[in-house]
């Protein structure tokens, strides 16, 4: 069984807990000689019809199950999301999403930028805050100058609403900043394959 | 006495209570006869010039003297913490700053990007992110759409940070955006002449 989950910029596939990514801009990489079909969702229609071109496609899409209020949550997140029965799922790409989890029901999230966005946007705002972010700052101690002003200001106010959100919740992170946001709390989990954890997941009550 | 301060887009004045502002663009309006001198602070280089040729101006740039260890603080961010003792001041602009000040002395600060920056930061991510922000969310429910999931992550963690920074302190908010962030604060105020008041200061240790 291969999986595959087809972002906006790679292929991200996994095969007996063998992970690898391929960009979405060309035909993707299979690194293993496999006739097994492949499980894929998609946010990326061209990508998905050429994985279609070159694999037979099980598209998981139609068969998520969340149960959730939230109008317009993203086939990622949700899929993320039925990985985790209770507890607050942080994937930090280039947004950063933050989603509850309680008893199996999906209780809403929320969306920040993903963290190398706001460099490029306090440069614009002006060319005293054009500078780069200090990621070693620690969110305990107000910042003495402007480049771990604006650091603060960008890690510190997530920092203290993934605390809140959860309330003593399990925190688990995903993505590719994911491991740098875990460091600032003592419990957090890092899980890479949450996506695919959830894909496994719809595909056993399938 | 007339007080101006002059910014990145405007002169901003004060005479005898009254507010006004000017463009920097151009020649600034003088709403009020007075041969006063102009007493000025200034980011903006240019605009300073065509201040002078125009009124005696004496440039309180020199005079500010606040207690704080934080290096290159703006002059304007200097001169409000001048006019508080004790508090968290936010100014909510282009760029939101927020300063500490305890006993006199400014304990630092954080810069976070201004509220409709994030609204091209979000559009600039993804198409679907690009929305219009509702400024009417409430930071106490998680969301359940898209629109007040970018909202709320916007502001939820501007307002959980300034809470935790302020730790009971009063906060008093200036700038554009200042009366609207001053709502979600029960003991909040508003003060939209905190900067004049901090150059009135200076000009009396003068």
Known sequence: MILCEIGNTHYHFMHR????????GKKPEFKIESDDPVYAISVNDPA??????????INL????????????????RAVACMAIEDGVIVDA???????????GVHLGGF?????????????????VLQ????????????????GDAISYG????????????????????AGGDGGYLARFFEDAMVDQTLIFKGMEKIIKEL
Chains 1, 2 share one sequence.
């Open 17 to 24: 807990g063998s992970i690898w990514r391929s960009p979405v």
């Open 61 to 76: 899409a139609e068969h998520i199950d969340l149960d959730t209020n939230y109008r317009g949550l993203g086939i990622d």
């Open 93 to 103: 790409g280039s947004a950063i999403t933050v989603d509850v989890m309680q008893n």
């Open 48 to 57: 998905m019809r050429r994985l279609r071109s070159l694999k037979p496609v």
């Open 154 to 173: 960008v890690i510190a106010p997530l920092i203290h609403t993934i605390e809140k959100t959860a309330r003593g919740k399990r925190i688990v992170f």
């Open 131 to 146: 500078k780069a972010l200090n990621f070693a700052i620690e969110v305990e101690h107000l910042p003495q100058n402007t």
């Open 111 to 127: 969306i920040y930028p993903g963290l190398m966005k706001f460099q490029q946007m306090y440069g614009a705002i002006s060319p």
